[in-house]
């Protein structure tokens, strides 16, 4: 079995965030702000994922700008998710299908919004299931693994703590890192689980461990 993290790991999150703050700094919302609204817009009250171009946009009218101009900047981009798609995402998926075994997608973010990042582009069909959750993913893998019985479930993961809790966890979790640009260098190397920048280069450990 592959369990695969959507953000940051098929997904280029970083380079997605930073196409929507250009587009908001061209009509005149700074970096600070930007971020400020982001991280309002990320998480509800409750601290469950909410976020939305809609929710983000409402948080910048507060600030004084105007709603619907800031929702059709950031529905652009949006629009155009398969650009943030690793290069490498396609070719890693079309491996995974080699080994015949169930093929997980299990993100973090709200459902909606997940979904339209995972629909645009156009990878969907390479999973057995895809789950979205806005709370935490240790409720869907108590669920997986109560239906499939493993010996192994490769976990591949950008987010350090939350892989590491994980784990702890669910030791059937068999763990790897894709590095992302968001999180310090030092807590992949800390870990000590196996991290990689590439998808290629997971790919590749894979193979030799299979």
């Known amino acids: 079995m592959f369990i695969i993290d959507f953000d940051d790991t098929l997904f280029d999150t970083h380079a997605f965030k930073q196409a929507r703050l250009s587009a908001l700094k061209n009509i005149g919302v700074n970096e600070e702000l930007f971020w400020k609204t982001y991280n309002q817009a990320r998480t509800d009250g409750e601290g469950i994922f909410a976020y939305s171009d809609r929710r983000h946009a409402q948080f910048l009218a507060l600030e004084n700008f105007d709603e619907e101009e800031i929702f059709g900047e950031l529905k652009k981009v949006s629009e155009n998710v398969h650009n943030f798609l690793?290069?490498?995402?396609?070719?890693?998926?079309?491996?995974?299908?080699?080994?015949?075994?169930?093929?997980?997608?299990?993100?973090?973010?709200?459902?909606?919004?997940?979904?339209?990042?995972?629909?645009?582009t156009k990878i969907h069909d390479y999973f057995s299931h895809v789950f979205m959750v806005n709370e935490s993913k240790d409720k869907v893998l108590e669920e997986i693994f109560k239906f499939e019985k493993v010996d192994t479930a490769w976990f591949v993961n950008d987010k350090v703590a939350e892989t590491e809790l994980l784990v702890k966890k669910f030791p059937v979790l068999k763990p790897i890192l894709k590095?992302?640009?968001?999180?310090?260098?030092?807590?992949?190397?800390?870990?000590?689980?196996?991290?990689?920048?590439?998808?290629?280069?997971?790919?590749?450990?894979?193979?030799?461990?299979?």
């Open 86 to 120: 690793f290069s490498d995402t396609v070719d890693f998926l079309e491996f995974l299908k080699k080994y015949n075994q169930t093929i997980i997608l299990l993100s973090l973010g709200d459902p909606v919004f997940q979904e339209l990042k995972l629909y645009g």
């Open 179 to 210: 590095v992302s640009p968001s999180i310090n260098k030092v807590e992949y190397i800390n870990s000590g689980i196996p991290h990689f920048n590439t998808l290629k280069e997971i790919q590749d450990y894979v193979a030799r461990s299979v």
